[in-house]
């Protein structure tokens, strides 16, 4: 196995390895980290796929990206272990709606939302890699997130040695199941944060800590700008493709999308050889990306509070990789463009990978609450309203019928009891695992958005690190 070298979208980072990707956040030039070359798989050994377990599978996926940074055998036992805690045992598993349709569910991890998938492994590989440093320096991550990210990370992070989480939510905006699967936890490595503004702004201020550092502090990110999040993300669409004897015949994927980071993983899996027809983007009323893919402009407006909060997102930090994939030259000037106007048009390169490749669709509150109820009266399942915007997507595709379309199951529907309630009429049961959440006292501080505001609390966790 050999080294994985990785180079920023902003085009005037050195290139960095994978040990240095994963233990850090945005490049020094402010981009994002994203391997040289994506690795292709042979189609035999995409066929093999199928017959394996799924940490086998991720192990397998995985490597392509860590390289020779962790022994293979140590990579198969770390994803034995991030994968050992999920309550179904395919981990992963996929379930039929009606016709063509399919739900992949991503819910069955320890906080109950896809985010595990990822960071499950992210948390082992950064303790084996800091663990490996003798006298090294300890890691303070800070993060953001609209909901999910949040609880995942800090499930993945508690209690380890030499490593301190500062995590950011939007105050009021995340689902009450969400914020308290974040607050209640009692580690002392961990410190949540409710921010005075909106996702956008907790992302922002992550952004500017990254650029300007804090102090001397070794600053890591959770969120999916750390490239080990999206490849987390990629084996279940390879896993989705061999339930379906798929890995040789289109299929398509309607993925609910917040930061860009679920559907990029999906295009990464096509370019490392899964035949996926179709990425369908789906979002709710904060329609930016379908909106971009049908005109080609990339314009920021003010993130609206919708039932489906985790994708309340104007920003979509990963479709920079998007964009730098289809024509690297143009894409810093465009982060440019975004960050002093708001927007930006995209390239003829770039117009033709979304042609080719990807479909967007929005779903507004009605449309959101409609696909909740199509799913339990056609297929008895009940569903969140994430994956309700998916599946509005999905079923609202023009792709020939013979083509599976698999919508990914993001969270589980317990995690938004009220939106699933006003839409079903009903409360879905709380799984085992969510109902500890209720008793425990909660433990955030709330702050201005404002990056000072948050680097006097990473100073503070610092503190407790050394
Ligand atoms: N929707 C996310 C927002 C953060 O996205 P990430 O994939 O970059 O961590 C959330 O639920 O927090």
Request: hydrophobic share 50%; glycine share 8%; net charge negative.
């Amino acid at each position: 196995m050999s080294a994985i070298r990785y180079v920023s979208t902003r085009g005037s980072a050195e290139r960095a390895s994978f040990r240095d990707v994963v233990l850090s956040g945005t490049a020094p030039d402010g981009g994002l980290w994203m391997p040289a070359d994506i690795p292709r798989l042979p189609k035999a050994r995409i066929a093999d796929l199928a017959e394996l377990p799924y940490p086998d599978l991720a192990a397998l996926i995985l490597s392509a990206f860590v390289g020779d940074a962790i022994p293979d055998e140590r990579l198969f036992e770390i994803c034995q272990e991030a994968y050992a805690g999920f309550d179904d045992p395919e981990v992963a598993p996929l379930v039929p709606l009606a016709g063509r349709h399919w739900l992949l569910e991503l819910f069955h991890g320890p906080t109950l939302a896809f985010k595990d998938f990822a960071l499950q492994v992210v948390g082992r590989i950064m303790a084996e890699l800091i663990d490996a440093e003798e006298g090294g320096q300890p890691l303070v991550l800070v993060g953001a997130t609209s909901g999910d990210t949040g609880s995942a990370a800090i499930a993945a992070i508690a209690d380890r040695a030499n490593i301190g989480l500062v995590m950011l939510h939007p105050e009021g905006r995340v689902s009450e199941v969400q914020r308290r699967q974040m607050t209640t936890v009692d580690a002392p490595n961990i410190v949540n944060l409710a921010v005075k503004g909106s996702f956008d702004d907790c992302q922002r201020i992550v952004k500017q800590l990254f650029a300007s550092g804090v102090g001397d502090l070794r600053l890591g990110a959770v969120n999916s700008i750390n490239w080990l999040r999206i490849a987390g993300q990629v084996p279940y669409y390879f896993a989705a493709a061999a339930k379906l004897n798929a890995v040789d015949r289109p299929l398509a994927f309607a993925v609910p999308t917040g930061n860009f980071g679920n559907a990029f993983a999906g295009h990464v899996a096509r370019a490392m050889g899964l035949p996926v027809e179709r990425l369908i983007v789906a979002s709710n009323a904060n329609a930016i990306l379908p909106r971009t893919i049908a005109t080609g402009l990339y314009e920021r407006g003010e993130a609206l509070a919708t039932s489906a909060p985790a994708m309340d997102i104007q920003v979509a930090s990963n479709f920079e990789r998007l964009l730098f994939d289809a024509d690297p030259a143009a894409t810093p000037g465009q982060m440019e463009l975004l960050s002093q106007e708001g927007r930006f048009h995209l390239t003829a390169p770039q117009r033709r990978v979304l042609d080719a490749m990807f479909a967007g669709a929005s779903a507004h509150e009605g449309a959101i609450a409609d696909a909740m109820r199509w799913a339990r009266d056609r297929a008895g399942q009940v569903i969140d309203p994430h994956t309700a915007a998916g599946l509005h997507a999905a079923l609202a595709s023009d792709l020939p019928h013979d083509v599976p379309i698999v919508t990914l199951a993001t969270a589980h529907p317990a995690k938004f009891p009220d939106a699933v309630a006003e839409a079903l009429g009903e409360r879905p049961a709380a799984p085992e695992r969510l109902r500890a959440i209720f008793g425990r006292e909660e433990r955030y501080a709330t702050v201005e958005a404002d990056p000072k505001a948050v680097a006097s609390h990473l100073e503070d966790i610092a503190r407790t690190l050394a």
